[in-house]
Nanobody, 129 residues
Framework: VQLQASGGGLVQAGDSLRLSCTASSRTVDNYGVGWFRQAPGKGREFVSS????????YYTDSVKGRFTISRDNAVHTVSLQMNNLVPEDTAVYYC???????????????????????WGRGTQVTVSS
């Protein structure tokens, strides 16, 4: 399975972007997917995750109310709608497939990057002030 993240770009504060993570195989439809980001000079951090059935969703606090994760298993795609972007959102964004098909689990479980088995190439998001 290969993942392709797309939709990044250069925008101004307050603008919106929609990132997409498309898989090469329908296998991903049976697994959770997460979005992570890495800002310059910083470690990779969890942004959001969604279970395979869309019923369990988590967000990191800094994006709650601004970002929305969703998935369309018919086209093997997970999207991240990002509204009201701020300069602190500037980072390379990565999507990743979870190791399990669990639809339960705590925030700590879903936000742990070691629980993700397959990673796509990132897409750059730059937000200017």
């Amino acid at each position: 399975v290969q993942l392709q993240a797309s939709g990044g770009g250069l925008v101004q504060a307050g603008d919106s972007l929609r990132l997409s993570c498309t898989a090469s195989s329908r296998t991903v439809d049976n697994y959770g997917v997460g979005w992570f980001r890495q800002a310059p000079g910083k470690g990779r951090e969890f942004v959001s995750s969604i279970s395979w059935n869309g019923n369990r969703i988590y967000y990191t606090d800094s994006v709650k109310g601004r970002f929305t994760i969703s998935r369309d298993n018919a086209v093997h795609t997970v999207s991240l709608q990002m509204n009201n972007l701020v300069p602190e959102d500037t980072a390379v964004y990565y999507c990743a497939v979870h190791r399990t098909s669990y639809i339960t689990g705590s925030y700590a479980y879903w936000s742990e990057e070691n629980n993700y088995a397959i990673w796509g190439r990132g897409t750059q998001v730059t937000v200017s002030s």
